[in-house]
Every structure is written in C-alpha cells, then in structure tokens.
C-alpha cells in the first residue's frame, strides 16, 4: 500500500542530506497534493490555500522540481514524482553527503534566481487581506518580486481560516472589509492564545489620527496608507519582520541566560567533589530550619557520620583513592536519604551532616543503622594488606527544641559530642 506520508518524508529526508534545507510551506503543499494525486492543478492549491497562481507557477513550481531533479539525478515533475519516488525508496538512495561534497545549494546560493529551495529564500511569510482583488494582485506582485511568501485572503473570515491553516509571520490587513472589517479581523486575532503574537500591519485609504490610534489599540503594529509607495510597504514589512527576529532571538537569550542562572545556584551549593550539598547550604539551611522550628515549636535533629580512621586510609592509598571513597561513601548515604527530604552536605574533610526532616524525626535511629548499612555494603577495602577489612562509619544523632537561649550551634556541639561517643566504640556505630 502507497504511504503519502512516508514517501513525503523520504524526500524531505533526502533533500536535507543533500542541501541542508528543508521545505517551506508551499513546497510541502504542492509535494503532498502531487503524491495525492498529479492531476491536482497549481490553480485548485492557490485558490485553496491562498497563493497567487502566477507564484506559484513561475517562482516555486519550477525551483522545486529542478531541485528534487538535481538530488534524484533523473527528470522530476509533478507528474511523475510519485512514480521516481517509489522507485528511490525501493533502493533505499537516502545516503548523506560526504564532508568534502559541497551541498547543492552552495553553488546557487550566491544567484537568487538560481533554482533552490525557498526555505532558506524566502524572507517571511505574508498574508494580505483586501477586498479588493486588485490591491490584493497589486501588493502580492510587489511582495513575491522581493522573495517574500504571500497568500490571500479577501475577506476577514477567510483571512482567520488562512491563519488557522498557517500562521503567518505578518498580515497587512485592509480596515474597511463587508461583513468583518480589519478591527474585528485583529481583535479575534489578538483574543486567541494562538495568534495573539501575530504581526498586523493595518492598510487603509484613510489616512485620519482616529484611525490609526483604533488600530494601534485593537492590537495593530503599524499602519500603511493607501495609495501604496513601494518603498514604504516594503520597508514598514521588513522593520517588523526584523523586529520579529530581534525578539526571537532576546527570548533564546533569557533561556539561556535562566538556564545559566539556575547552573550557577545548583552549583554555588553543591560540593563539586561529593556532588551533595556543601558547607555553605548546611549553614543556611539549618539556620532556616532553625528558625522554622523555633515557630513551630518542635524539635530540630541533626545527624553527623564520619568515615573511620580516614585520615589513615588517605595516607595507605592516595588522593585518588581518598576522592574515590568520599564520593561513594557520599553517594551511599544520599540513596538511603532518596525518599526522605533530609538533607545531605558534605560537612568537612571525611564527615558529612543530616540535616533531618521533621517527617524523619521519629525514625532517627532506624536511618541512622541504614546509614551504617549502606556503607558497609560497599565494602571499599581499608587495609591493602587484608581483604576483610572494609571502609565503615560513626554515626551521631542529636536532637533539639529551639529556644531564644540557644543557636543552632548548640544542636551542632551535641550531635559533635554524639559522634565522638561513636567513635570512641570502635567505629561503624551509632549513638544519640
């Protein structure tokens, strides 16, 4: 069975691996009407989509099969596309250029008549409505001569119907329309999320101050008066169309600059090393804490875990190895904690604090054994002279309700005094 789609997206697929470009949207309308069927004509597209016939017969049409038949090397028009594209799927011909083949589109890129893509060419897609056929074939001859896509419309329904279809980059919106004129036109417009941020240039023969401050407030960019003078339709398009992408580019900007922002805060509080908090977020966090209890009028607890006899394990194996340890010792401790909204910073040298969650508070002593657990699971070898014996962990907790009389390195001194007590045991022990 034929598959319009895939055969479509074979050749957007291949055209992209030759030239770099892709389709616009004329491009894509006139391929997919010819897969559909090759006696679809160019007038039927313009009156259904609304193009001009004259560009789509003498700009697009042309540029188009020339290219599809430069990248198929045979012969393409529209009524025998479905056929070489068939035949080129069947043969799977969708290689990519080598790096040292220059793109097609290299060679005609310098000739803006040279057959090519329009999706690179053309300059914005412009949608006029007028109910005047003869402005409307007046402005899309000026329009196309400059490379601009240009549809019509020559009411205001069929004007919303045609966004609906494809947002346009600018629309120059005639005021006085029966039935629907330019205001209403651009106030649906500007009511609806999904053309709000469409570009109006009003066009009128009036040429009065109430006019245009009606437009400028319905929503209107700009405002060109009847009788058109070429350089001003064209320089007034061109000034909104840069605006456009001045503004596209400030918005990647910002995104940027959020992304950047968020990355200097992640890191301004994470230990690089450990890659869990540091010294710096433990002091703020348990200031805060400290001040949430003190209102609340609950206890605050805190938990101290110190790698044992580190300092022997660093001068046995080295720094790479002492980095190595602090960081899945780190990491053990942070998958115990990875449902519990304690948090974990890496205190000093080999110690690291909990700054435990009220939620945990009444299972202080159940986190703390799994804490012990976790490490001794890694079984990270401490003596290079005997494999049984395994990096482990002291473990103090402390707990405390705050009150004007005491700061939080009361809390601090205790669970300090808690971990010695665990150490002075022997190690991978807990005490509190």
Known sequence: ?????????????????????????IERIILLKTLENNHYTYEQIADNYGYSVKYIRQRIAPKLWHTLSEIFEEKVTKYNCQGVVKKKMQHQL???????????????????????????????????????????????????????????????SIALKAVELTLPDVILLD?????????????????????????IIFVSALDEAWDKVKAFSVGGADYITKPFKVIEVLARVENQLKIQRLKRELQRQNIQLQQAIQELGRLGVLDELTQVANRSRFNDYLNREWERAHQNKEPLALIFCKIDKFAEYDHSYGNLARDSCLYEVA?????????????????????FGIIVSPSDIPNLEKI???????????????????????????????????HEQTTSDRLIQLCEQELEKAEAQGGNHFTG
Do not use: W
Request: charged share 20%; hydrophobic share 35%.
């Open 94 to 156: 969708t290689v990519a250029p080598s790096p040292s083949e220059k793109p097609l589109n290299q060679s005609v890129e310098a000739n803006a008549d040279s057959p090519s893509l329009a999706t690179n060419h053309h300059r914005g897609n412009i949608l006029l409505v007028d109910d005047q056929p003869q402005n409307l074939n007046v402005l899309s001859d000026l329009l196309e001569e400059q490379g601009y896509e240009v549809r019509q419309a020559l009411n205001g």
């Open 1 to 25: 069975m034929y598959n319009i789609e895939a055969s479509l997206q074979f050749i957007e697929d291949t055209v992209y691996a030759k030239t770099g470009k892709y389709f616009s949207d």
């Open 368 to 402: 703390a054994k799994s804490l012990v657990d976790e490490v001794n699971q890694l079984q990270i070898p401490y003596s290079s002279f005997s494999r049984n014996l395994y990096i482990t962990v002291s473990i103090g907790i402390a707990s405390l309700n705050p």
């Open 331 to 351: 990491q053990a401790l942070k998958y115990c904690l990875q449902s519990s909204d304690s948090l974990l910073c890496h205190y000093e040298e080999a110690k």
């Open 175 to 199: 005021i006085h329309m029966p039935e629907l004129d330019g205001y209403a036109v651009c106030q649906r417009l500007k009511t609806n999320p999904q053309t709000q941020d469409v570009t």
